[in-house]
């Protein structure tokens, strides 16, 4: 699974993106994202509100955390998009 | 037949003068154009410059998204779409929207509609760096930017 | 302060590049800026040009009133209005609406009330020459401009 | 009393504009388009339909027909307008 980081999400985790391995426990955005911030310090910080966390899966917007994550090979994480 | 809408990422700067023409020669039957800038401000002369940072790959694919949306919805001719990333100057480019339609109200809604849905579905994502060297914080959403897609429903 | 409107009603072309070049230049923050341009159509390629005429001295004042009130009614930085009358052929410019702010929607609203005005209260009427050497009837004022003048108030 | 033609009007009337003096009982717009449909089938034929018949007094719109030609210099009769 490839895992992109953009804006202040990027620079609390320290990397742009990562290639990690999901355990198959993890089916669900939420259970990512819970996942997530059992990583370290940086990841919590980056993720402790979770109303400004989005989620795009296959470069898609993802609304609803509860999405399985079948299919999908690219999860991006970032805040409120600021563009235009 | 619905436009195709062109959409650019890029990081080089545009003329928009070069892209209305591009768009509008040689035709004698598109009746109105409406063109959007936004520009880079200098929030009262303190801004060195804007950093967008932007997802490749997704920031196409929304834009398309989003252009294509305005072009079923809205009788266009053409829809023009570029939206720049990097380090960006006050007073210099950021976004491009061109729409054009036999009907004027077809170009300034189809435009409109384009910039109040990049605002909050793109992904791009601004950061200030000020003049006194120090690096600002990442611009927030704004809830009226929210607002301002949400009529649209 | 709100913006003092250029108003010019003219026989000659207009070059949006350069208006556009004029009143962005050296400014590092205006932000938004939208500009309208309605072109001549050529009806399916029957028509020869438009003949418009217009009432000398009203016709800027006109213009220059609709533009005051959209400069009171939006915060806009700039509002700039050019008219043409004459003859005009099919692709070329009839009237430019440049209109700027720090706020997209007060750009595309002032810019669109000043086009929503202008069809129903600026003194200009359009004839249609065609191709086969006849002179048209001339161009009839449409009911849904009036409807889309009434929306703003 | 400066009197301008435009469009289809002026055609029909086969003038841009005439300088006339109005008899003093002619006191509102409606009484000076009634009386210039008097002048000949020219000036009957330009002002038959009243709903596509625009008026301006000193450069300004005229709405209501019932106002006074007090101080006004300049009319102008025309059909709808349709620039932009």
Redesign the interface.
Known sequence: MKI?Y???I?ERIGLPSEDITLAPEIKTVQQFLDWMKTRGENYEYALEHDQVVRV?LN???CNDFSSPLDGVTEI?I??????? | MTATPIIRVQEQDFD??KE?DLI?K????????????????????LLEALE????A???D??LNDIATQACQRWPLEHLLVI?RYGKIS??KN??LVIATS?H??A??DG??FV?DF??????????EHFKDGTSGQ????KDKDDQ?RDRWS
């Not at chain 2, 967008?52 to 997802?55: G, N, Q, S, V």
């Not at chain 2, 990442?138 to 959403?141: G, K, L, P, R």
């Open positions: 992109l953009f804006a202040w990027r795009a470069q898609q917007h991006a970032f805040p409120p998009m600021t563009g235009g | 928009i003068a209305l509008t040689d035709q004698t039957n598109i009746g109105a154009v409406v063109s959007f800038t936004g520009l880079c401000r200098d929030e009262g002369g967008l940072e932007h997802y790959g997704m920031a694919a929304q939206h006050p007073g950021i976004v036999s004027r109200q170009a300034f435009a409109s910039m990049l605002k909050t579905d793109a992904p791009f994502w601004k950061k990442w611009v927030e959403a301002a």
